[in-house]
């Protein structure tokens, strides 16, 4: 199963690797591992580490800044409300 999360980051890859016209093969080069992992990648079929993610983001001019955040009380689920005591 792909999560959201994962499949935003890949086509952000992906959508930047075609503005430089750069290849999955030009990709693995620069990232320095072979282009078989690179294929698997944009392909969903490997998880990847934030530190893949931002060697990739690297490797194409990006800045991999993953942002961390309190949700509101609205976007907390229900187990995770504060309850009245």
């Given at each position: 199963m792909i999560n959201t999360l994962s499949s935003s980051f890949i086509s952000s890859i992906v959508e930047?690797?075609?503005?430089?016209e750069v290849t999955q093969k030009e990709l693995?080069?620069?990232?320095?591992?072979?282009g078989p992992y690179i294929?698997?990648?944009?392909?969903?079929?490997?998880?990847?580490?934030f530190?893949?993610?931002s060697k990739l983001a690297t490797a194409l001019g990006?800045?991999?800044q993953p942002v961390l955040r309190?949700?509101?009380p609205?976007?907390?689920?229900?187990?995770?409300k504060a309850?009245?005591?």
């Open positions: 930047r690797m075609s503005e430089l693995a080069r620069r990232m320095n591992v072979s294929h698997k990648v944009l392909n969903h079929d490997v998880n990847i580490s530190g893949t993610a990006l800045d991999f309190i949700p509101s609205r976007e907390r689920p229900a187990h995770q309850q009245k005591c």
